[in-house]
């Protein structure tokens, strides 16, 4: 298998640059990079029907993945995750094709493993040992993890009120953690400050191209369990938005592939009432996000006020048809007992936010009864313990 990666782009200006190089953002304006492949190889090369005899886990899709020696793959087996059928909560809705994509079931427990697997196998690959990033608190048990396995130093940097859960997994999993008095924005320029400094690499997301290729496999493995073809809706809870911006740029390989012929999904972006400037842009018809002052939520993944790749996602929500929800902490937390009563999956909060926002969508009459709607639970619940009260 060889990856069939060629060169890197940026979504803003289209300069190219070469991937062979510890790269960051675009080295002329400063905006995000995509990776691109040589997708007529890969149409030549890949049978897609051959991948399902793959292992299961997100490297299948190798050829479409951002490395080029194999003995680079930083892998704890991530990805390869269930796409389960939400019958109990489909007929609740009035839904036939109900799924949730259960990503609580990666290895530290969140999507954020996909990332951070790619990220991390890139860094080692253009010789990065010391990295560093500022995290809401999944992102960095993820990169604590496959630094560890990669032999790399890691620091992470999180907001000091991040879940416990989140703080324990970095130090049990041999990471430098620095607890920041501030949110997630406040962490990052730390963390900039800091690499240069010390001649660390940042991983922050989206100021990199590889944790959007990993989340693309999330896309991938959508389209391949329903038989090589796109849902209708895709439901994501989004912060930074590196899952929206990976799996649309996905389902666009897949159609240049001729491994899908069906359209775009509609993706609709959920965030908290307490942080929504994606919401409030996209409903001002603005091609930017201001950023949301006083940011406040239960929902650690949710709280990102400053939003990198703005321009992008809302223009993702835009092209497909898609639109963007806010919805309360108190709405979030009731919907993760109602999702583990009917469905038995116990999700995040964030994930569980993909429940009330469906549901503002059945309101609004934006969802047909037939449709394939996909709830991304992006996390377990099990990390969240404390927002659930004792019975
Ligand atoms: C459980 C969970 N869901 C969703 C998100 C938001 O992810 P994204 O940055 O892709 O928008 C995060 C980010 O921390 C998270 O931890």
Redesign the pocket.
């Known amino acids: 298998m060889n990856s069939r990666l060629t060169h890197l782009e940026c979504t803003w200006c289209g300069k190219e640059h070469a991937h062979a190089q510890p790269i960051r953002t675009c080295p002329d304006c400063g905006k995000v990079l995509f990776a691109r492949y040589d997708l007529a190889a890969v149409k030549r090369e890949v049978n897609r029907d051959a991948l399902s005899g793959r292992p299961s886990d997100m490297w299948r899709f190798y050829e479409l993945m951002p490395v080029i020696d194999p003995k680079n793959v930083v892998t704890l087996g991530e990805g390869g995750t269930p796409l389960l059928r939400a019958r109990n909560l489909g007929a609740m809705l009035g839904l036939e094709n109900l799924y949730i994509k259960d990503e609580g079931l990666n290895p530290t427990g ?3 493993a996909r990332g951070l697997s790619a990220a991390v196998s890139k860094a080692l690959e253009v010789g990065q040992t010391r990295v560093t990033m500022p ?5 960095g048990g993820a990169l604590a993890a496959y630094a560890a396995k990669a032999g790399m130093e890691a620091t992470v940097f999180m907001p000091k009120d991040a879940p416990e859960a989140n703080k324990k997994e970095c130090l049990a999993l041999g990471s430098n953690l620095v607890l920041v008095d501030g949110l997630i924005n406040d962490a990052g320029r730390i963390s900039q400050e800091k690499a240069q400094q010390e001649g660390l690499f940042d991983l922050s ?1 989206l100021r990199e191209p590889y944790r959007a290729e990993g ?1 693309k496999t999330m896309a991938l493995e959508l389209a391949m369990d329903l038989g090589w073809r796109a849902p209708d809706v895709i439901v994501y ?8 911006v990976g799996m649309w740029k996905a389902f666009q390989e897949l159609r240049a592939l001729g491994w899908i012929d069906s359209p775009q999904p509609r993706f609709i972006c959920i965030q908290a009432e307490g942080c929504q400037p994606l919401v409030k842009a996209f409903h001002e018809g603005s091609k930017t996000a201001e950023p949301w002052a006083n940011a406040s939520t239960d929902a ?3 709280r ?1 006020p400053a939003v990198f790749a703005d321009y992008i996602i809302l223009e993702v929500l835009r092209e497909t048809g898609g639109t963007a929800i806010a919805v309360s902490d108190s709405e979030m937390v009731h919907a993760m007992r109602e999702m583990g009563t009917a469905e038995g999956v116990f999700p ?1 909060p ?2 569980a936010a993909t429940l009330v926002g469906l549901r503002r969508l059945l309101d609004q009459n934006l969802l047909q009864g037939s449709e394939t709607v996909i709830l991304m639970n ?2 377990s619940g099990y990390k969240y313990m404390d927002l659930l009260s004792a019975p």
């Open positions: 969140s999507f954020k995290t809401a608190g999944n992102a997301t989340k809870p989004t912060g930074g938005g590196t899952g929206i650690a993944g949710l990102v995040a964030e994930g992006t996390g």
